[in-house]
């Protein structure tokens, strides 16, 4: 399913060139022609017309939620969007999993986490407020923008943190000294040390440095002051403070976020922390959860609950009502500012609503959410990943490439180019 811009067109033509190679089903491409920028290159096309009045966002909601009227056979049919991609053989066994009316695979967060991604509320917004006379468009637009400024920092982060990452020792060893390092800067930054005469606080200072790496460092790891650099017992480099000094700097520049060292904190231009304490740094709220009852009438009472991911599912004619009901719902909340346009969160309503959230749900090997920004998150090689805090190894069948499609400089997608050769 496809509508509008030609980038998502073009998503779709791999998409299909994978299907391709590793299924035999046929596959039905279902879209607005008239909306998009380049046409569709496939045999088995399903055009659709959509409301004028809707955006192209909109009008592929309307197209997905409204499958169940389309494709009306015995079934079972599998929906997949257009950024999931067949990356191994047996990729149509996912059709022995419709167990139920429905069956989705789970999205890689609560609920709590997505909440500020389905609703407008201010949890992630500059300021941490809504403007005033703010309209969807202005808060989806401010959303973005520091989200996009997010995962920029995101990529300077891991920019500098290159030299380690694949090495899960070494990983392991650099987390613990960024954490004993930024403890020691947080207590050397408190107003104490401006209290005491100059003349006593050098001494003391080099007092507190050398118990630091007597009494918490413990010949863990060895300062080098002519580098000004920190290794590990066997010599492997931990941290470049001079590296380090650039990063803080390009980060203020780039993504306007400066680090905070009495408060060990990324701060945004207005002071407010960017990654507020909890899960990872990840803003958490209840507010998706309070819109679903105050608009639905539909109680989600655990916000550590996860969610369906719509990037994949099974349906047939038993799926009508579950279908047509989130559609309904979907069409509804396109006329209310507070909510994004999303069907994730009004998936989570229905699911709750016809007393499907602890029904089976697809093997992650059916809808493997591979997202570049997601920490934690490891791949091994060859497609096969470990979920962050987990040593089992998934190897997907179909693989959601999620942010960045097509980015070569990223191992998975190299890996996925690998599986057309």
């Not at 017309?49 to 499958?67: F, M, N, W």
């Not at 209290?195 to 300062?223: D, H, V």
């Not at 017992?233 to 380090?244: E, F, K, Q």
């Not at 009472?301 to 279908?323: A, E, K, R, T």
Request: charged share 25%; aromatic share 12%.
């Amino acid at each position: 399913m496809v509508c509008g811009a030609a980038k998502h067109v073009e998503t779709l033509h791999v998409a299909l060139e994978h299907l391709a190679r590793f299924s035999e089903r046929p596959a039905f491409v279902v879209t607005d022609p008239r909306r998009n920028e380049i046409p569709v290159d496939h045999p088995n096309i399903v055009a659709v017309s959509t409301p004028e009045a809707l955006s192209d966002h909109q009008a592929a909601i309307y197209l997905k939620t409204g499958l169940h009227r389309i494709f009306t056979g015995p079934g079972p049919y599998c929906y997949l969007d257009s950024d999931v991609l067949a990356v191994r053989p047996g990729v149509d066994s996912i059709f022995s999993h419709k167990l139920g009316p429905v069956v989705f695979g789970s999205d890689h967060c609560p609920i709590s986490e997505f909440s500020p991604h389905a609703v407008n509320c201010a949890c992630s917004l500059p300021g941490g407020r809504l403007a005033p006379g703010a309209t969807r468009e202005s808060m989806e637009a401010a959303f973005a923008e520091r989200e996009a400024r997010k995962r920029l920092h995101y990529e300077l982060s891991e920019a500098l943190h290159a030299h380690v990452r694949g090495d899960r020792e070494k990983e392991a060893k650099k987390e613990l000294l960024d954490v004993l390092t930024t403890i020691y800067n947080q207590n050397m930054a408190r107003a104490f040390w401006n209290r005491i005469p100059p003349i006593l606080a050098g001494p003391l200072r080099g007092l507190s440095w050398r118990l630091f790496l007597l009494l918490i460092i413990r010949g863990r790891y060895r300062w080098s002051e002519r580098e000004r650099r920190w290794y590990d017992r066997d010599g492997s480099l931990m941290i470049d403070a001079a590296a380090y000094e650039r990063f803080v700097s390009e980060v203020r520049e780039r993504c306007g976020f400066s680090w905070d060292e009495r408060r060990g904190a990324w701060l945004d231009d207005e002071g407010r922390n960017v990654y507020p304490p909890g899960e990872g740094g990840v803003p958490r709220c209840g507010h998706l959860q309070q819109a679903i009852l105050d608009r639905f009438g539909v109680a989600v009472p655990d916000g550590d609950w996860v969610h369906y991911n719509g990037g994949v599912f099974l349906f047939g004619p038993d799926s009508f009502d579950f279908m047509e009901t989130w559609r309904r719902l979907c069409l509804e909340i396109f006329d209310d500012p507070y909510w994004r346009t999303r069907d994730q969160g009004v998936l989570a309503a229905v699911t709750w609503k016809f007393g499907l959230e602890d029904a089976p749900r697809l093997p992650p090997e059916f809808n493997f959410i591979a997202d570049y920004y997601k920490k934690g998150l490891t791949h091994h090689g060859d497609l096969r990943f470990s979920l962050p805090g987990s040593t089992e190894v998934i190897s997907p069948r179909l693989l959601h490439v999620y942010h960045n499609f097509g980015r070569r400089d990223w191992s998975v997608w190299r890996d996925v180019e690998k599986t057309l050769a």
